[in-house]
């Protein structure tokens, strides 16, 4: 239940979809498992699993969704050498060249006689909606992955409109203003953990862990005009996390002392559990969004229209 990586996205528009509505239209669209010959599915499944029975899972105010994706895994490679065997063969026997339409329609074919015998990949996205706050927070270390979560979702409602949040000041310059200022907000600490580019698509890349980003060393990285696209922090003696120029949250952790305020919940009551577990991390992750934004002078809420 607990999160490890985020991505998050603003509404444009207020999204006043109830949790009955949601169930009822998530429900038009569940999963079901793969065909013989089916390469992917994607649909909804219960929001807590094996111990739900709903799709949406809400919690003051905040609405738990998943979302399962099942693939097909063919080796590259299987379907390459027998695509070249394919084009060898009718090559050899008429003495021409395969066209293009030719090489397309045996790879269909290659992968069309594969599908039955492919071993399969099954992922679950976690993500829930806050409409209080104007959020979406995506579990996922992917962007693309968040992008599909969100066409599914837009799938089944009809218009979902969303967008990244962006400050005016290049994230990176913020980022790097945070080491050469030590201008960070109270809420966050340092971590010991940081990624530099230096300007250029061929600029240098330094990497450092376990380093006290304060230290000579590191200035002499900045003073070379290297900026900060990744870098490690704590927040609210909360959890810990990696934050990217793109303002994806990776590698979350929240620490001990806040998960083990459940620890009173009867282990034996899986879905009291899970649902405090969700309560709390979600309301916690809202306050430390709202957070992060305020560092970038961003709020969820100035993404609406007028």
Not at 106 to 123: G, N, Q, Y
Not at 209 to 222: G, R, Y
């Amino acid at each position: 239940m607990w999160f490890k990586n985020l991505y998050f996205f603003a509404f444009t528009r207020p999204f006043e979809w109830s949790e009955e509505d949601l169930e009822k239209h998530l429900a038009e669209h569940l999963f079901t498992p793969c065909g013989s010959t089916e390469q992917s599915h994607f649909g909804w499944v219960n929001a807590l699993g094996k111990q739900g029975s709903t799709i949406v899972h809400s919690v003051n105010g905040n609405h738990l969704l998943c979302a399962r994706k099942e693939e097909k895994i063919l080796p590259a490679p299987v379907v390459k050498d027998q695509l070249e065997a394919k084009i060898a063969l009718l090559e050899t026997e008429q003495s021409r060249k395969a066209t293009k339409k030719e090489k397309e329609q045996f790879k269909e074919d290659i992968i069309f006689e594969l599908l039955p015998r492919a071993f399969s990949r099954v992922t679950d996205t976690h993500a829930y909606i806050s409409p209080a706050d104007n959020l979406i927070v995506i579990n996922t270390s992917s962007r693309s992955k968040a992008e599909d979560f969100l066409a599914l979702l837009r799938k089944v409602l009809g218009t979902l409109p969303v967008m990244g949040l962006s400050p005016e000041k290049a994230p990176d310059e913020i980022m790097t203003d945070w080491l050469i200022e030590q201008n960070l907000g109270a809420n966050f600490q340092l971590g010991m953990e940081a990624e530099f580019h230096a300007l250029g698509d061929d600029g240098a890349i330094v990497r450092v862990k376990n380093q006290d980003l304060t230290c000579d060393e590191i200035k002499s990285h900045l003073d070379a005009d290297k900026y900060v696209v990744k870098i490690a922090l704590e927040w609210d003696e909360s959890l810990s996390f990696i934050l990217c120029d793109d303002l994806a949250i990776k590698r979350l952790k929240f620490y001990d002392v806040l998960q083990e305020q459940n620890d009173d919940i009867d282990s034996d009551d899986a879905i009291a559990r899970l649902d405090a577990d969700f309560a709390l991390m979600a309301g916690e992750l809202n306050r430390f969004i709202s957070d992060i934004l305020a560092e970038f002078s961003l709020k969820a809420s100035d993404c609406l229209e007028d």
